[in-house]
């Protein structure tokens, strides 16, 4: 399918005829006089802010009448929402956009099947290390239009600061070097020679993993020459089974770990961290229309059997005729 900014006549359309306010999700619904709303009405940018509303009908209201270019919602929960102040707490998110992929296997030069199947991916093991690794359980997972949000509301997380956000996010997506000792359930593991996958969270050797799996010889890593990007990529298949024996440098550890190094700094654009660490961001609100794209933001109930191409897309699209 090809991708069409919406006229102002189909966002009239979306959000007169098919727009419910019952679309934007419960969480955002329970907690909507806490938060600040933002739109865009001309396509430049979210400069209407400090919006709030009382209940869901002002917003329905706003809405049909408004039919904005887009609009957003704080992550932040405030006491005085109109002026952005008294902050309470913010969801902790994560914003996968296929479009800013480190490593991708499309060349469309935007968004398609294939890079918002690999952001899926991403998701998925997001989610896994959430629940898993946190055992957190108030997440919610958005189609953006271009790629995914994940956002985790459990009490835990939601008065963290910007610091820790960081470094949940560098765990998140391995790109922080375990380091050289590390202690687990009461053991230290010395990891002077680095031997992956040894003693290393599971996390980091998996997201390692899946960017080797993904490696393509024209890819530019700092510190890390053609030829051993070339080996690593000839002998890939191993690592499917975990066979990581052929991985290791002869010469030294050296070598590699600036490989390791170099794929996990890839790693952190995997996610946008400026989004996780930003307290006070607006999200694309959930139900609201991506009109770049023509796509609906939507609420996902099930990663697995949930097609963008089949769900995010608004009946203006399905009746255009050219
Ligand atoms: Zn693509």
Redesign the pocket.
Known sequence: MEFKTATPQERRQYYREEWDVKDVPRFIRDSLYQREFGFDHYGRGPNDRYKVFRNSDYLRKFMRVRTPFAAYSSVAFYEKPNRRDGWLKSELVFDVD?KDLPV?S?E?GS??E??LEQAKEIVRDILDTLQGDFGLKNIYTIYSGRGYHVRVLDEEVMPLDSEVRGQIVKYMVGADVPRSKYSRDGMTYNLEHFTIPFGYPRVFTERVKKSILHLNEDIMLEDVNKKLVKDVIKNRELILNNQWGPFKNKKGPLRYKKLIKSLAFLNLSLVDAKVSIDLKRILRLPSSLHSIVSMKCTEINNLETFDPFRDAVPKFVQERKD
């Open positions: 296929a991708r499309c469309c968004v398609c294939i890079c």
